[in-house]
């Protein structure tokens, strides 16, 4: 006799599908996001909506998953794809707290790490070159000309130095987990594999079925990120090697002891990155042998005459005259300018408005030219 049911083992999901399930979600999250950012803009006003972009897009995040996902079912992409999210070890629905530690790892871990990184940059680039100020000096005051190398310590302290952003960005991470996803068609999200999700068929796939992966993505990535390892190791190489050449290189002290070399090509990024931006006051603080050092000192390095009066009042009609009472206005929080600033590419915004958008974005709102907040220029007259 014939058995009553018939069990069928369904396959896991290949890689096209889903990215195309990805796709769909991330349309219908950005629609939701949209919608999110009109009530906020609304309710509050431009200003706001623009200064919690981010937050505004996690909470659009949250709740498209939160609605589908975490109470169990599937999302908008994984019906248009006809694939269900099963537990990797025993191909059952996932629980519940699997479920929830996916949507958090998914949405709050990068915003986290959005907010986290940038300051423990900004304290260990500030230890580092600490550090190296004090080998400097120490190497100034032996005045050691028989030992033409440094030591391996403050090699490794400038290698991390020169390299900060690389060594703490999460993109390399990324990128390999991707470049696994395209050979093995497996956890598409990190977060997925870190919470051992994956995907299977609803339907029955076909004998002759073919079912095309996107392994010659994944070689195209690996020789991609070889490619640039090479380089990256190359770079420092002959860095390394110059150094040796020549231990000492050109370079300027500024107040207080502070150096900056003048054979460095990053020179310019490496002062300014020691701008501090502060967010409670909105103002850049400079270091603290720039801000203690006498008005002479800073007319010395900076070649400027001083002036007992600014050279333009921005509130002075007759110097506006010249602009429009319509170009007047932030484009970013549609309201009259406050603390006008320039970017590089010449465009005035409201100081608040275009650091803010310079720390999500760092490139100019009007005609997309890179701009980071360190190179916006307050208009002080």
């Given amino acids: 006799m014939a058995s009553s049911s018939t069990r069928y083992a369904y396959p896991f999901a290949a890689s096209p599908d889903m990215i195309r399930s990805h796709q769909k979600d991330a349309y219908f999250s950005a629609v939701l996001l949209d919608q999110l950012s009109t009530l906020v803009r609304k309710l509050y006003g431009a200003r706001l909506a623009h200064a919690y972009v981010s937050e505004t897009r996690v909470v659009g995040e949250l709740l498209y998953l939160g ?42 871990g990068p915003y986290m790490l959005g907010r986290v990184l940038p300051a423990f940059r900004r304290r260990l680039r500030g230890k580092l070159e600490a550090s190296l100020r ?3 000096r120490r190497a100034q005051q032996q005045e050691a000309t028989t030992e033409r190398r440094r030591p391996l310590a403050m090699r490794v302290q400038e290698y991390i130095l ?6 703490t960005s999460p993109s390399p991470v990324y990128a390999l987990s991707l470049a696994t996803f395209y050979f093995s068609g497996s956890y598409y999200h990190l977060s997925k594999r870190l919470c051992g999700l994956r995907y299977i068929f609803t339907r029955q796939v076909q004998e002759g079925e073919n079912r095309a992966g996107y392994e010659v993505l994944g070689v195209l990535l690996v020789l991609q990120m070889a490619v640039q390892a090479y380089l990256h190791l190359h770079s420092t190489v002959t860095s390394s090697a110059a150094a040796i050449g020549h231990p000492q290189g050109t370079s300027a002290l ?23 931006f502060d967010n409670t006051a ?3 603080l400079p270091t603290a042998a720039v801000a203690a050092a006498a ?18 009042e921005l509130s002075d009609e007759q110097t506006l005259g010249w602009i429009g009472a319509a170009n007047r206005k932030c484009t970013l929080c549609l309201e009259e300018m406050r603390d006008p ?18 720390r999500e974005k760092p490139e100019c709102p009007l005609c997309r030219q890179a701009c980071a907040v360190q190179h916006v220029l307050p208009l002080r007259g």
């Fill in 162 to 167: 020169r390299n900060l952003d690389s060594i």
């Fill in 134 to 136: 004090g080998y400097a």
């Fill in 254 to 276: 500024v107040g207080g002891g502070a150096e900056i070399s003048l054979d460095d090509p990053n020179a310019y990024q490496s002062a300014n990155n020691a701008l501090l």
């Fill in 67 to 108: 609605l589908t996902t975490l109470i169990g079912n599937r999302t908008l992409g994984e019906e248009y794809t006809d694939i269900v999210q099963v537990e990797s070890e025993s191909g059952r629905l996932p629980a519940l707290g699997r479920r929830a530690g996916y949507i958090l790892t998914c949405v709050l």
């Fill in 282 to 284: 909105s103002t850049l």
């Fill in 295 to 312: 008005p002479s000192d800073l007319q010395k390095w900076t070649n400027t005459p001083p002036v007992d009066s600014p050279r333009y």
């Fill in 341 to 358: 600033s320039v970017t590089t590419c010449g465009h005035v915004f409201c100081w608040t408005c275009i650091c803010d958008w310079a």
